[in-house]
């Protein structure tokens, strides 16, 4: 399109009180296009708004740079149909952080003028995007599991109108729940169990004529995209070819006389050219097509190892027995000891292994407290001088389960306390479970009929990809340290949101759940799946960039078939085929730009984030030398990211924060994306130091992207070479990570960082 441009900067909020507006626009050229300009004190206003509107309409501006808040508020103020909107931080990153300069430089107004030009560059380079849109597309959601998630989430869904399919590797719908004699509370006042939720849910499922159910099934592929996956399935244990073999290049096959092969010697070195490659890519024509997928297939209960509880008796007593056991004991009739039939009058539930720490069993939570709170009232609702006993490091009860807790404690045949068991032994035709370091203060010996050990629950990805995706990155879901085989993307702030787009976790996969917490959760992801398909349908991301029309272009001419983007995108939304070239799948992509940093060839972009846009705005900072200054002010680039960082640089800059001026910002969608000729231009052009601001990663906390900012970290690692045989030390390099709420650290990031390029002294290519 043929760009004209708008140029509007506001003096309002205190901006005008500490910037020359007026100067400032001064630095826009004196050309056809550029014509437009002004100065208003409330640009957010009914009258500024209208302003842009009139121009738009009577002047044919289509690129509209605004001067004014930061682009996080009044984003829809400043939205624009069939616009080019770049936004400057002035407010923020400038006037309410640095104030009014005194002295003979203007440094405040420099910096204005700097990011007006960045503004301005942006604003020429980059393109008006337009949304994908797919070539076939379908509606329809399929759930993975008939428990209760499963067909919480096909009710919700079918009750929003649509199609829905629940996939359920047994043969007949229910999951765990059909195992259970009775759930825990399911409503207010969370203090009586309550049973048959499962045979409702399946009452209800049946009723819905937008849910079919295939019993007995699982899925053996998922291909394709959101909104247009295509789904085979199949039978526990069946066998299906899916890998179509790359077809075999003319010269292979003939001889070396250039003979074509008989049918034994082709087939022969078509078996070793395909040998460990196989296309995975051939979509199956006979399968079912799906918008979304709401991955509900539960969790199985934690199997101690032989051996491994050996100090509380599992193993050696056929009545030291897991909480699931003793549950499905519960549903088949009276509580009673495995070894020989006899009622079970006295059980002791265990919380914690021992052995040294207050650590519970493995994948326990507060499910299992509140189960063993339940199931001890199985042993004295069974008997009426039934005893239940438990031993617990950690009762968790949280929220209205307080309740729940309070009516057990009401029980006068139910005996609670912290301790540490410390041995169960035989005694006699029974068992005897001494407990240390009790609330009473001393030890405690008690006779039982049964012990049950509190173990936890154990996600069925953990076993099983259960989606066996058919992507180049692999069936299932990258194994990402603190999940511990839990199905997620994004713990903090995308809780159903996997690493593969269009298909969300829910229920016992994600984390231990209740039931009532499963069937909310299920709502959740119901939610999500619907939302990713009418996402999709319009052509634009979901998250977390959502609303975002762009995707990945390629240049494929240029592509070396390096597999860097395909192998580093978190999200799986690259393939490739045999040669190495990217497949991409727009629908599958979240938008992060990490294929773009990953790129060495440079030949990957966005309509409106690409290599030279960032790298123009980069180059169109003014850094001063000594032929404008006897001592010059130096320049610091800041890649800031735009999920925690820059939200985290607009909170300081709120509350009025003062860092080093010398710095300059410039936001990225992730550290993933960050190339590493932006720092090498960076430092060409002069610049005296790069820092990368952006989020943690670790198990302890999560970029948004889940790998983008780690990415980011191991290329900085490369580039101390590349600066070494520029004789620039490497220190003039770094990656800083910040948290959103750490607001109050952006200061002194910033400021240290600032020193020690000081010690380091200027850039010896400044003024080249």
Known sequence: MTKKYGFYVCSGCGIGDVIDCKALLENVPEEEGYSNCHVHPALCGKEGVELIKKDIAEKGVNVVVIGACSRRVNFDTFKFDGCIVERVNLREQVAWVHGKSEGEINHT???????????????????????????????????????????????????????????????????WAKNVRKSLPTGYPYRETTSGLADALIDKVKAEKKISVKTGTVVARIAGQPGDFTVTMKKPGEKIEFDVPFPLPPEMKCDA???????????????????????????????????????????????PAE????????????????????????????????????????VVFVQSPGGGDDADFPYASAVTSLVSLKQAGYVTGDYEDGRAYIFYQHMRTPGLWENFYEAAQENPALFLTKGTVTSVEKNGAGLVVTAADTLLGENISVKADLVVLACGMVPETKFDPVVNLAYRQGPGFR??????????????????????????????????????????????????????????????????????????????????????????????????????????????????????????????????????????????????????????????????????????????????????????????????SVNLVWIKDALSKGMDGVMLLGC??????????????????????????????????????????????????????????????????????KGF
């Open 109 to 175: 107004q420099m910096m204005a003028e700097d990011y007006l030009r960045m503004g301005m560059v942006k604003g020429e380079k980059i393109a008006l995007p337009e949304p994908y849109k797919l070539e076939t597309f379908t509606r329809r959601v399929l759930v993975l599991g008939g428990g209760v998630t499963g067909m919480s989430a096909a009710l919700d869904a079918a009750a929003a109108g649509y199609e829905v399919t629940i996939v359920e590797r047994e043969d007949a719908l229910g999951g």
């Open 307 to 346: 051996g491994e509880f050996a100090h509380l008796g599992y193993g050696a007593s056929p009545d030291v027995i897991t909480n699931a056991a003793f549950e499905k004991m519960a549903k088949a009739g009276r509580i009673v000891k495995p070894s020989d039939g006899t009622p079970a009058k006295n």
């Open 696 to 765: 943690k990663h670790g198990d302890d906390y999560q970029c948004h992207f889940v790998k983008g900012s780690e990415l980011a970290s191991v290329r900085m690692m490369k580039i101390g070479d590349a600066l070494q045989s520029l004789a620039l030390e490497p220190e003039r390099v770094t990656q800083k990570e910040i948290a959103i709420d750490d607001y109050n650290k952006v200061p002194q990031i910033i400021n240290e960082f600032v020193e020690e390029i000081e010690g380091l002294g200027p850039n010896p290519f």
């Open 479 to 672: 194994d990402i340290g603190l999940f511990d085989g839990y199905c997620d993307s994004n713990f903090i702030c995308f809780p159903y949101e996997t690493q593969r787009t269009g298909i969300y976790a829910a229920g016992g996969i994600r984390r231990a759940m209740t039931m009532e917490e499963s069937m909310e959760d299920a709502s959740g992801a119901a939610l999500k799946a619907i939302q990713c398909i009418e996402s999709v349908n319009r052509g634009v991301a979901v998250h977390p960039r959502s609303g975002d029309m762009t995707f990945p272009d390629f240049f494929f001419q240029r592509c070396t078939q390096c597999k860097r983007c395909t192998e580093e995108c978190p999200f799986g939304a690259l393939d490739d085929d045999e040669k190495g070239t990217p497949k991409p799948n727009p629908a599958r992509c979240r938008r992060c730009g990490t294929c773009m940093g990953a790129c060495p060839e440079r030949i990957i972009g966005f309509a409106d984030y690409t290599i030279d846009s960032i790298g123009s705005m980069i180059k169109s900072v003014k850094v001063p030398s000594t032929d404008d200054f006897d001592e010059p002010p130096l320049r610091i680039l800041v890649l800031v990211c735009e999920n925690d960082a820059y939200p985290a640089l607009d909170m300081a800059g709120q509350l009025r924060l003062k860092y080093n001026h010398q710095v300059r910002f410039v936001p990225v969608r992730c550290l993933g």
């Open 257 to 303: 006389a250039g003979k074509e092969l008989d049918a034994e010697a082709l087939k022969a070195v078509y078996a070793k050219y395909n040998e460990g490659r196989v296309d995975i890519l051939k979509f199956d024509p006979n399968g079912e097509k799906f918008g979304a997928v709401i991955l509900a297939a539960g969790w199985r209960p934690y199997e």
